[in-house]
Every structure is written in C-alpha cells, then in structure tokens.
C-alpha cells in the first residue's frame, strides 16, 4: 500500500516564501502530491449588537488584472515563482511567473467539469447557480431541521480550509508517477507566493444573491410574514420561500448569521430606514413548519415591540449583514506526498525525460502594432506569449485583431493567424502536441464567480517550435484589437531537460 506523508514549510510565519525539504529513501508519485495552504477568515469586531458569537459569510477574492476580481482564478494563481532542486541532479525545474503560465494553461489543460470541480479546493467561492453564495472560506452551517433537533441551536463557525494546489499544476515533473529520490538525492521544493493577489470581503459582494433580494415570483424569501401579535419581537416567520419542498437546501440562514433589515417596512407604525447599523440581530435558532413551509427564525434581541394597537408589523425583509472588518490568515503550509510501495530496480525508467519553461518580460509600448524578434534556446519546443492588458495580469487578456509567427526568418503560416480559425486552432493543436498533451476544452474566456459564462478571451499565443542545433530566432508580428493598444506580455519557452 502507498504511503502518504506531510511535510511542513520550513517558514513558521507563512508570508510569501516557503521551503519543502523532501528527504531521500522513496520512491514518490508526484502526479498524486500536492501542497496544502491551510487558511482561514475571521471578522474581527463588529456592533455588539449581533456579539462576539456572530459568523459573517465571508470570501476571497483573488486578483486577475488590474483591481478586477470578478473572475475565477484557480489556486496555483498564487504561485509566482517555483523552484524544485536535488542534492545530486542540480535545479530541476525553475519557473519564473508560474502563475501567468499554468492560468493560461488551465482552460485548456482541464474540462469545463474538471475546473469547476477545482473550485472546491480553491480560494475562491463556487461559481454557478449558487444562489445565496456560500463563500469559498465560508462558515461551518449548522442550519435547520426538519424535527428542529437540538442542533439547529448549535452556532456556525470559522473553519480552517486546506486550499490545495496540486504539483503538476505548479511543475511538468509534477506528473512522474515514479520519482527515484535515490537517484535525485534530497529535495526541496521552493514557492514564492503573490499574497498582495488574495483578499477577504463578503461573499455578498462576490455574489449576485438573488436568493435574499429577489427570489421566486417577485417574493424575497427573507419576507417576514404581517404580525399584529403585541410584545417584543424576537422571533419572526418568513413567507414560504421557493422550493419548499426542500426548504433545509434552500436556506440562505445560518444560526449564528447576523442580519440587518431591509429598508421599507414598519415596525410598530415606524418605519425602516436603509442606515447602517439601524437594527443589526444575530439568529440564534431556526426552526421549520413543514406543514405551512414556513421558517420561524429566533433573535438575540427584539427587533422591536408591537404594542398591539393593531399598527403591528409588516413589509419587514431580512437580509445578511456585511462585516466591517473581515480579516484572513494564511496559518502554515504543507506538502503531501504518495510514496509508492512494492517498486523493485526494474520498474523504474533508466532516466526522467521532461520539459520545463524559461521566460521574459516585454513591452509593446501602447502601440497598435508590434513586431519583436526573440533568441530561443535551441532545444525549445513552444513558445507562449501572454498578452496582458495590465502589467499584473494573469490571464492573456489583452484582445489581438490577429499574429503572425517567424522562425529564423521563416513565416510559420501562409497568412495572418485570426482567432477562432481553423488555422489558429491548428496552431494550438500543434503546440500541444509537442507537449505530449490533448486539449481538454476550447472554452477560451474566463469564467465569472456569478456564473459558468465566459467573461473574457484568453489570448495566449501558442507556437509549435522546431528542435534545432542552435539557438533560433523567433518573431511574432502583433495587431491589436481596434481601439486597443499593445502593452506588456511574457514570452514562456518550453524547453526539453532531462537526468
């Protein structure tokens, strides 16, 4: 049986660099390894109106471009340089803006299944229908129950979340299924992380929540039901929301959730004003009526009281309460490694053939058009250039009108390549080739947290390369977009390595 086994970062403090040290003696399937960030948010004051007990749905957002924050980014977005070495084999693997490369990468690498499915162990919230917007650190619900068992009275709480980026994801030897560190002798793997991309908000803020402002019909499904019943009012009825039949899904409330008031009701004949801070409650239980789908939510505090004059209470909405103060920490950072078990001398290959990546910076300088011309190093096999609509962004996000690839003063192709062309899809197809890979999906944009609609081409240039004996001269002749201009990009090499 495989073994498995964590080890820690050398760095207690985790800022933005870590350090594996991975002794010799095993025989590790990389392709099964992966490296936890173990993180969590937290609200650290709030009016003590809704206490200490209190558990705000809090996200984090990740930065693609610019401020832009709106658009899925998976976890290895946070990997700006990695470096994996051995005592015996030297540096095996140094990737300069890991990040950019393995972003643009992703929608092709991954089904559109595969990558939603990632979400679950990324830092940011699922995308989807989800409705009420659960973030991606978001609290441990303890939600409601049909029998209203003692349970429903139990808080939510803060947990740690374990983000999980796996090493094929951040390196090309990160697929060996069979790494003899016998031969390697120890390793280290070494991360340098953009921590200045992550962010803590409300996952309210991520999210179109139409659960809460909209619902079925026209009804919001936090509408508190008329009461003209005297005396304070700390517990409260909400309408049936949608969906019923399967209400303990459907349940955008927590018990330990703070909630404001939406304006627009009255309470006693006074009305409800949209200021922060005007009535701020936390829920301290939730129980349900199954026969009339009606939801009975307790308050720690009286909303306020009914004199029963028969003004009463009425136009009364429940909604969640933003923090004020959401923090995040990103508490310590480990590496899981699967040891194979049972391989003998002969199983394993007489050498590691690989490709890694070198990479440079430039700049077009805002103009329209660009021809560069670039030295690369002979044994490369691709080349990528990202174009970036800003100097920090992820994704190649600048839009090109079209391109045209030279080879040592050789046209690649008999014409301008324009996106989503047979021609540009030959191209790409080549280009992954060369890796030994198939293109998993051709969705190129990117995908919003609001939903699985594509936000933005990726305009990421792929370039299928000849082996040569010496270095080769490679040019790419860039047209932007119409009214758009040619700012900064980052040309990626593949090149061949082996030990």
């Excluded at 470096?83 to 393995?102: A, K, P, T």
């Excluded at 280009?431 to 594509?454: C, H, P, R, V």
Aim: net charge negative; with cysteine; charged share 20%.
């Amino acid at each position: 049986m495989d073994k498995i086994y964590k080890i820690t970062s050398n760095q207690g403090d985790i800022e933005n660099l870590l350090d594996f040290d991975i002794p010799e003696g095993e025989v590790l399937d990389l392709s099964k390894s992966h490296v936890n960030l173990i993180c969590q948010v937290a609200n650290t004051a709030d009016d003590a109106r809704v206490g200490s007990e209190a558990v705000f749905n809090l996200a984090i957002s990740v930065v693609s471009s610019g401020t832009e924050t709106g658009r899925y980014v998976p976890a290895v977005g946070v990997v700006k340089n990695a470096i994996m070495s051995s005592q015996r084999q030297g540096r095996l693997e140094e990737i300069r803006d890991c990040n950019v490369l393995r972003v643009n990468q992703h929608n092709y690498d991954k089904t559109q299944g595969k990558r939603d499915a990632d979400q679950i162990n990324s830092f940011m919230p699922s995308g989807g229908n989800n409705e009420m917007g659960y973030g991606g650190i978001s609290p441990m619900i303890q939600c409601t129950s049909l029998t209203a068992t003692a349970d429903t009275a139990v808080p939510a709480r803060y947990e740690e979340k374990e983000v999980r980026i796996p090493l094929k994801s951040i390196f090309n030897l990160g697929s060996v299924q069979m790494l003899d560190t016998a031969r390697t002798g120890p390793l280290r793997v070494h991360l340098e992380l953009d921590k200045s991309r992550l962010a803590v908000n409300n996952a309210r803020d991520n999210f179109n929540l139409p659960w809460y402002d909209v619902g079925g019909g026209g009804a919001e499904n936090g509408k508190v039901l008329t009461s003209n019943v005297a005396g304070d009012v700390t517990v409260v009825t909400l309408d049936p929301i949608r969906h019923a039949a399967d209400a303990e899904r459907e349940c955008g409330f927590y018990v330990g959730m703070p909630v404001i008031l939406k304006a627009g009701g009255t309470i006693d004949g006074t009305a409800i004003v949209a200021v922060a801070g005007t009535v701020q409650r936390r829920i301290t239980y939730i129980s349900y009526d199954n026969t009339q789908s009606r939801m009975k939510i307790t308050l720690n505090a009286s909303l306020g009281t009914i004199s029963g004059s028969g003004v009463g209470m009425a136009g009364v909405v429940l909604l969640p309460m933003n923090a004020t103060t959401p923090s995040f920490s990103l508490d310590r950072a480990e590496i899981v490694l699967r040891a194979k078990s049972g391989v003998s001398a002969s199983d394993l290959p007489d050498s590691y053939n690989y490709t890694t990546y070198t990479s440079e910076h430039d700049n077009g300088g805002d103009s329209l058009t660009m021809k560069r011309q670039f030295e690369v190093e002979s044994n490369a096999i691709n080349c990528v250039l990202v174009p970036q609509a800003n100097s920090n962004s992820l994704y190649g996000d600048q839009e090109l009108a079209k391109y045209r690839v030279a080879v040592n003063n050789e046209n690649m192709t008999n014409r301008d390549i324009f996106k989503n062309t047979s021609l540009y899809y030959n191209e790409l197809s080549r280009g992954f080739l060369n890796q030994g890979k198939e293109i998993k999906s051709l969705t190129e944009g990117t995908q919003g947290i609001n939903d699985a609609t594509t936000a933005r081409d990726n305009n990421a240039i792929y370039q299928p390369l000849p082996l040569t004996d010496k270095m080769k001269l490679v040019e790419f002749e860039l047209e932007a977009k119409q009214g758009q201009t040619i700012k900064d990009f980052v040309l990626f090499k593949e090149v061949t390595a082996s030990f």
